[in-house]
C-alpha cells in the first residue's frame, strides 16, 4: 500500500515577480486539508485499518464521554450524554457534533477564551493541546445529527498527531 519512492516536486514561484518555489517552501494549505485528510481516512477504510462506523475514542480518548448542549446558545452547564460516540462517519459528513456556532453564546465565549475558536489564523498550539482544549467543552450538537458543520481542526488529520506517533508526513510518504 502506497510502497515506493516519494517524489518531491515543485512549481511556480513564491510571489508575484519572485524566484522559484524552493523544496523547503513552508506554506499554508488552508482548507485542502479536508480534502488530503478525507482521502487518507478513506484509504485508511480501504485497508481495514478504520472503519466509517468505528467509535474514534481508541484513537483520541479525547473524545470519550462527550457532553452536548441542550441548544447552541445553552449556558455550558446545561447539557445532556451523547446518544452516540463520534464516529469517522460523522467526521467526513460534517455532522461530528462540534458546530460553528456563529451567535454569541456561552460556547463561543468559551472557545475564543481557550484558543479553539475558527479564525483566519492557525491555532497558536499544536493539535494534540487544541483537541485538548476543545474535548473541555461540550458538543453543540449531537453527534450523527444532520445541519452541523464540523469545526475544522476537529477533522480526521488530528488523529494522525497526537498519540498516534505518525505525522502527516509519516501518513503521507505511506499512503
Known amino acids: 500500500m502506497g510502497a515506493g519512492d516519494v517524489e518531491l516536486v515543485t512549481a511556480g514561484v513564491a510571489s508575484v515577480g519572485g524566484g522559484a518555489m524552493g523544496e ?16 487518507a481516512a478513506l484509504r485508511l477504510v ?20 462527550r457532553q452536548v448542549l ?3 446558545a445553552a449556558e ?3 447539557t445532556v450524554p451523547a446518544r452516540r460516540a463520534i464516529t469517522l462517519r460523522h467526521l467526513l459528513t460534517n455532522t461530528c457534533g462540534y458546530g460553528m456556532v456563529i451567535q454569541a453564546s456561552p460556547l463561543q465565549q468559551a472557545m475564543a477564551a481557550n484558543g479553539t475558536e475558527a479564525g483566519p489564523e492557525p491555532p497558536a498550539m499544536g493539535a494534540g493541546e487544541w483537541l485538548r482544549r476543545l ?3 461540550p458538543l453543540a450538537f449531537q453527534p450523527g445529527e444532520p445541519a452541523t458543520r464540523c469545526r475544522r481542526r476537529a477533522r480526521p488529520r488530528t488523529a494522525s498527531s497526537p498519540g498516534s506517533g505518525t505525522g502527516w508526513d509519516g501518513v503521507l510518504a505511506w499512503r
Open 76 to 78: 455550558l452547564d446545561d
Open 135 to 137: 474535548a473541555e467543552l
Open 24 to 39: 523547503d517552501a513552508i506554506m499554508r494549505i488552508q482548507s485542502m486539508t479536508k480534502a488530503i485528510t478525507s482521502v
Open 70 to 72: 441542550r441548544g447552541p
Open 46 to 65: 480501504e485497508a481495514g485499518h478504520l472503519g466509517f462506523d468505528q467509535s474514534l475514542v481508541d484513537w483520541l480518548p479525547e473524545l470519550a464521554g
